[in-house]
Every structure is written in structure tokens, then in C-alpha cells.
């Protein structure tokens, strides 16, 4: 009988490797669900103890035959690793001894022990567990020396209150959960969560600020996100012109720059609502004002034209609620409301079907919907606010968010107004008041920001001027007004304003 042949190199390719198909390891790639696996042959069936079957391994080329291989040459690839394989078992003990050594001065990339592992993980010295584990609390303490930066409105101010909320305002997602995009299918805003729907009315009804009953409630990521929601749905897609958008100056800031940002065909920015000639418009009324703080409504109207009111700050801490607003499209937000602007939730009310449809769709194809850890965190939220104002509270020690946040505002305008006498160069909007359906009482109006203007004839850029003394504002030129107003934010930590209070008194 003819002694069996060598397999050639290039039948050992028969698997697309280098290496015989019975012997070749294919790792199973991270994210396949195969943890790990290996296989052989291109199976895992040899994994469970059966033998190789056929012509299928250098195994089963002589296993029947009972005679040995003929000797032949070695080939230069197969010499050329056991050379390499010698080399590096004669190496490994020097190099394993110089690990050794080395080991306690340095820390290494790679396999850990346990005890390292456990030092690396454990807390720096002079930190706690909980400390070291901690989530950002967003802007660095301030010094007497620091810039103090209220050119942005960050509520930071009301962490103080949330602190002693307890539990109230906490909430625990189990890795399970909300893990759909879908949230309620039968709902125009489907990917709104039912619970954060129940809580945003509850509130209005609570406070009355705003109408509930035959709207749509829309969730968003943010207000800003639900106001460039309005923008794409109250613009006709075959216009021959985009339509123009408007707002009474001072104006928020953001207006231009966000209906801008894209160069859309369907809107544009069109400035001043005072200064407009047409019918077709969009009118933003942002009432309270940002930045002047004024209760606001539309100056324009035409049967062309539509409004969006944007009521961020038509809250008790800030004004009187006066009435229960009913517009057509109302936006608010959790980040002035009740100072989660981390969160980024903010809501719509909308009274026409097809608006809030197409409002859903532009965020359904701008981010496929809203966080549900999210929004759930700001019913939490929002449900904490309502109980401090349930009747079936009782004699139990409430926490009521507008009254902690009337007090601070009604202290800060006291120490702003105060600041100002003090100095001599600026000055401030009159005070206004109104009687507050829910408060039940004449309470005055306490903006979230400050209409400052500098009144020293040398100074045509207040905040530059401020700027020069550690102090950044927004100037009135970003909002369609005079540079020498400035909006300072009333919302920022005590440490902060202080210092800010104590700068401004000081400047003559």
C-alpha cells in the first residue's frame, strides 16, 4: 500500500487560515452574545467531547493506517516557531523577575492583582466613598477673588431647597426599565411617559397658571427643542418665502441664533415685532420677559399670523399669577420652574391636533423622542412640588417650592436694588406688583434676571465695564437693545451673588 501523502500548505487553507482546519480558534467578537466562545472546524461540536469525522484534520489522515509518517524535512515556517517559542520560554524568567522588582514602584497597563485593584479603586485620602462617587455639581466654588459669571441663567440657586427634600425628590430606574423608544402608542406624543403627562397637569392645576383641559401635553429636551418644534410646524412647506419670525425687543437672546442656526427655507429671523410690515409671521411672546421681566402679550395680529408663547418664568416665585393662561401653543420648562435645568425636560401645551402631530414629528426626527429617565425624574420632580401644596398634607412639614423661591427672589431684588443706590451709576426697572391668584395675596414682580443699565456717560458697554471687574453679563446688544443694558441672571448660588452684590455696590 502507498504510504499516505503530506498535506500540502495549501490544503491546510481549506478554512481561510494558516493553521490545519481541525486546530484552528476563532474568538467569538465582544457584543455576538457567544461570551467569549471558541469553536473548532468552524463549529463548536467538537467542544462537547465528539472526535473529528472524514478527511477533515491532519488527525484523520493516518489514524487507521498504523503506520508512522515518513520523515521528511522540516518546513522552514514550522522551524522558524519553534525557535520562536524557545526564545521566548528561555526569556520569561528574566523578564518575570524584572516584573517583579519593579512592580511596587510602578503602576502598570494590564492584569492587576486584587489587593491593586482594591487600592485603585478606594477612595483618595481625605475623601469619603460617597465623595469619590459623586456626580458634577456643575460650576467650582467661588472665591472673593473669582470671576463671577451670571451671564447664564443657571438655577443653581434653588439647590438649597432640593437638599432638604429627603427622598421626596428621588428616584431609583431598574436596569430594565424604559428601554423602548415607545412610551404610549395612542398618544400624539408618543414617546411621551404617562406619568410625566399626569404630573405636568396636576402642577398647572395646582399653581393655575395655565389651562389643561383640550390640550396636548408634548414633551421635549428642553423648551428650546419644542420651540424650534413650533417653528417647523406652524411653517407651510410650499410657501414661496420662509416666514418670517418675530419677537417685541428686547427679545430673548436665543431667538435669532436658534431660529437661525440651521438656514432653514421654512422660517427666518425678521427682528423687532414693532418694526414688522406683513401678514405671515410667527410672533414670539415671551411673558414674563426675558430679559426685562414684563408681563408681555402679542402686538401683532393678523389671520396669517401665529404666536408662541414662551412662559419659562410665569411662575409664583418669579410674578403674580394673574390668570390662567389659554393661548394656542405655551412652552415651560423644569429649569426655571423648579430648577433642574440638567435634566433637560421642558413641555408644551398645544390646542390643535395637528400642530402638537406635527410639533412631534420634528422631535421624533430630531432625536427619535425624549429621555425617559428623563422625563421620569421630572415627574418625580414635579409630583414633589404639587405635594407641598396638597391639602391632605396636613400638619406634616411641607416643602413648598414657590414660597422658598418668592423669599430668595424678594431678598435678591431688596440687596440688587440696594447695590445699585449704593454705587450711584446704574439703574433699574420700576418695581411692579399684582394680586397673586395663588398666593392669594399682592405679591410683587421678582424677575429671574436683571435689566441693568450703566448710566455713567463714559461707559457705552456695560458689560464690558463689568467684564473689567470680574463680573460677565450679556449685553442688551445680544437681546435687540442699548449695549449699555446688561442681563444679569438673579439665579446663581449665595457665595456667587454675594460677592456679585458686593462688586456692584462698590463701582462709582
Request: aromatic letters at 10%.
Amino acid at each position: 500500500m502507498a504510504p499516505p501523502r503530506r498535506r500540502t500548505a495549501a490544503e491546510f487553507q481549506g478554512n481561510g487560515g494558516l493553521m490545519p482546519p481541525s486546530v484552528q480558534v476563532f474568538a467569538s467578537p465582544c457584543g455576538s452574545g457567544g461570551g467569549g466562545a471558541v469553536t473548532t472546524n468552524g463549529s463548536d461540536k467538537s467542544l462537547r467531547g465528539k472526535k473529528p469525522r472524514g478527511d477533515t484534520s491532519v488527525h484523520s489522515a493516518t489514524k487507521d493506517t498504523g503506520r508512522r509518517r515518513p520523515a521528511g524535512r522540516m518546513p522552514l515556517w514550522l522551524v522558524g516557531i519553534f525557535v520562536s517559542l524557545a526564545f521566548n520560554v528561555a526569556a520569561l524568567p528574566l523578564l518575570l523577575q524584572q516584573y517583579i522588582v519593579n512592580q511596587p514602584h510602578h503602576h502598570h497597563h494590564g492584569v492587576i492583582s486584587p489587593d491593586q485593584q482594591q487600592h485603585a479603586c478606594a477612595p483618595q485620602p481625605g475623601t469619603s466613598g460617597a465623595t469619590a462617587r459623586a456626580p458634577s455639581t456643575g460650576k467650582p466654588a467661588v472665591t472673593s477673588d473669582s470671576v463671577i459669571n451670571l451671564d447664564h441663567g443657571d438655577p443653581t440657586m434653588f439647590e438649597a431647597f432640593w437638599r432638604e427634600t429627603g427622598d421626596a425628590a428621588e428616584l431609583v430606574i431598574p436596569g430594565w426599565q424604559t428601554m423602548s423608544y415607545f412610551s404610549d402608542i395612542s398618544n400624539v406624543c408618543w414617546f411621551m411617559e404617562p406619568l410625566f403627562d399626569q404630573q405636568v397637569r396636576r402642577l398647572h392645576r395646582t399653581v393655575g397658571n395655565a389651562a389643561v383641559d383640550g390640550y396636548h401635553v408634548l414633551v421635549g429636551t428642553g423648551s428650546t427643542q419644542l420651540f424650534m418644534a413650533a417653528l417647523y410646524a406652524l411653517s407651510p412647506a410650499d410657501a414661496d418665502q420662509p416666514m418670517s419670525v418675530v419677537s417685541t425687543a428686547p427679545y430673548y437672546s436665543s431667538y435669532p441664533a436658534v431660529t437661525d442656526f440651521l438656514r432653514s427655507s421654512l422660517f427666518r429671523w425678521a427682528g423687532d415685532a414693532n418694526s414688522f410690515v406683513g401678514d405671515a409671521y410667527i410672533e414670539l411672546v415671551c411673558s414674563p420677559n426675558n430679559p426685562g421681566g414684563a408681563i408681555r402679550d402679542a402686538v401683532l395680529s393678523s389671520g396669517a399670523g401665529k404666536a408662541v408663547h414662551d412662559l419659562a418664568y410665569y411662575w409664583p416665585q418669579y410674578t403674580p399669577i394673574t390668570r390662567r393662561a389659554d393661548h394656542d401653543i405655551m412652552l415651560f420648562t423644569v429649569s426655571k420652574s423648579t430648577g433642574h435645568a440638567g435634566t433637560r425636560i421642558g413641555w408644551a401645551l398645544v390646542k390643535d391636533r395637528e400642530v402638537a402631530r406635527r410639533m412631534t414629528k420634528f422631535v421624533e426626527l430630531n432625536t427619535i423622542g425624549v429621555s425617559k429617565d428623563s422625563q421620569l425624574r421630572a415627574a418625580k420632580v414635579l409630583r414633589a412640588v404639587s405635594d407641598g401644596y396638597a391639602a391632605a398634607a396636613g400638619g406634616a412639614t411641607r416643602h413648598r417650592l414657590f414660597d422658598f423661591g418668592r423669599r430668595k427672589m424678594v431678598e435678591r431684588w431688596r440687596m440688587l436694588r440696594q447695590a445699585a443706590a449704593a454705587s450711584g451709576i446704574f439703574s433699574l426697572p420700576e418695581e411692579t406688583s399684582g394680586r397673586c391668584n395663588f398666593a392669594n395675596e399682592t405679591a410683587a414682580n421678582n424677575p429671574a434676571f436683571a435689566w441693568l443699565r450703566c448710566d455713567r456717560e463714559d461707559v457705552e458697554d456695560c458689560a464690558g465695564f463689568l467684564r473689567g471687574h470680574k463680573i460677565l453679563t450679556r449685553s442688551g446688544n445680544q437681546f435687540g437693545a442699548d449695549p449699555r443694558y446688561v442681563r444679569v441672571s438673579m439665579l446663581d448660588r449665595d457665595d456667587a451673588y454675594d460677592i456679585f452684590i458686593s462688586r456692584l455696590a462698590s463701582l462709582k
